[in-house]
């Protein structure tokens, strides 16, 4: 698959995001800045049930704004780790299978969707999933477990 770029406003990023979890065979690491985007959360619970495996890092702020969901992921059983530095933890990337992963500016939230101006990129690389699986396994040793 050719790599691929999305912007918003607009679907085309959620979609983009909804699209790659689905396709997931046996992992997804996320590790996003927030999540609020009830549409991706119950994708990414959807991907956890079939089990495949889902692990989320998240910033330690973020976790608590109204309108987070990574309360809700963690109850249903999707193990999540927030970063422990002072400052915050800003990626946004989702890697799928060791081989696709998808970056860029895109928070997600509603709003990204609707208003901002954000992108996503979508690369079909196995050597660069794996550095951003390392630079997740980094975060997720250092972080807290959220229960």
Known sequence: M???AFFSPGTDCLEAIRSRLLLAEFEVLVCVFT???DRLTET???VH???IEVRIVTDNDKVFDKGSDVRLL???GIPIVVDRSEHHMHHKFLVCDRRYVLTGSYNWT???E????ENVVEIDDPLLAERFAEEFESI????RRWR
Do not use: C, M, V, Y
């Open 140 to 143: 997720w040793k250092q972080g």
């Open 114 to 117: 609707f208003a901002n101006r």
């Open 74 to 76: 963690a109850h249903r």
């Open 35 to 37: 999540i609020s985007d």
């Open 49 to 51: 049930e079939r089990g």
């Open 110 to 112: 509603r709003t990204a």
């Open 44 to 46: 990414l619970l959807e």
């Open 2 to 4: 050719p790599n691929r």
